[in-house]
């Protein structure tokens, strides 16, 4: 799919909404993904007479990245972009894994847009880290919900990420900064095996063509029944809820009881999202135990991570768990 600025304002316009004259962040490591989304939203913040500025993180990680940070802004400023360099402390920095890199990036700059009062926070991610992040939750053995993979819309810290690269494949993008002659970097952790992501990265390159069709095909088919997936989930939901407001939820314990314990993974790991920021992660094999003990009689408590789950009667009331 060929990436232009003139359709990707008419795709923002279509697909999102914001309020009037708009604040927005960019997300920007300086590769080629995130220089390209920069270069797109400043066209349409100027389009819409927002206000955009961009947020580069300094991870601490490798030997350079402080400067690699700094010739990045650099670079940025001279292009009448406003920028700020974010640096994660290294007390934060405990295993150096890519997981708890993700974290600190996402801390770090919801908190920096809700400190600021900016709402909406854009992320390069495009076709291709989807498939990827598809490939490895199908290895990793998710559900249904996990294999739906990146979202152009999510909610973290209270602040919505949007992704509207999504549909555009890599090849797309190096094409849009070539023709637009923008600089870009490339990060030397992106071809690092030792980490999950590139060892993907070079498996779906190194196949045979019918292959990687076949997994692009199984990504498309779990992408045209997310809807219908999303759909039950909240008919599910709404049939077996009693009582919803910021301090519990009441469900019917009966109703919850019947329903099948992978669809009830999907509903708890809901619940439990709705009380607390998607950046707290709950393991699925926490949410297995609970189901399993729903089903016994002499059922009353149980403490999911930072959630209680509590029956009185015949309800399951889940609340945030005092200090």
Not at 36 to 52: D, P, R
Request: aromatic residues 10%; positive net charge; contains cysteine.
């Amino acid at each position: 799919m060929t990436l232009d600025k003139k359709s990707f304002i008419k795709n923002i316009e279509k697909n999102f909404k914001f309020e009037k004259n708009p604040s927005v962040a960019v997300s920007v490591s300086g590769g080629p993904d995130s220089i390209a989304l920069l270069f797109l939203i400043k066209e349409w913040t100027q389009y819409v007479n927002g206000h955009l500025i961009s947020l580069i993180v300094d991870h601490n990680l490798r030997y350079g990245s402080s400067n690699e940070a700094l010739m990045v802004s650099k670079y940025l400023k001279k292009k009448n972009i406003d920028t700020k360099i974010l640096s994660i402390k290294k007390i934060n920095i405990l295993n150096k894994s890519m997981k708890e890199a993700r974290l600190n990036r996402y801390n770090l700059i919801t908190d920096y847009c809700k400190k600021n009062n900016i709402l909406h926070l854009f992320v390069g991610h495009t076709k291709d880290d989807n498939i990827e992040t598809f490939l490895n939750r199908k290895i990793s053995g998710s559900n249904f919900e996990g294999l739906i993979s990146m979202k152009k819309i999510s909610l973290i810290n209270q602040v919505c990420i949007i992704r509207p690269l999504l549909e555009y494949s890599k090849k797309d993008i190096i094409n849009f900064n070539k023709k637009n002659k923008y600089d870009f970097i490339e990060d030397p952790s992106n071809i690092n095996l030792n980490y999950t992501r590139p060892v993907i990265r070079k498996f779906l390159k190194d196949i045979n063509e019918n292959k990687r069709r076949k997994i692009y095909l199984d990504f498309a088919k779990i992408q045209k029944n997310s809807k219908l997936f999303n759909q039950m989930i909240s008919e599910i939901l709404v049939n077996s809820v009693l009582m919803a407001n910021k301090e519990f939820i009441k469900i019917d314990y009966d109703k919850f009881k019947e329903i099948h314990y992978l669809i009830l993974t999907t509903i708890i790991k809901r619940i439990f999202n709705y009380f607390f920021s998607k950046s707290l992660f709950i393991k699925s094999e926490k949410v297995h135990i609970l189901i399993s003990k729903l089903n016994s009689d002499n059922f009353r408590t149980f403490n999911l991570k930072s959630l209680l789950v509590k029956k009185v009667n015949n309800c399951l009331i889940f609340s945030k768990k005092m200090d």
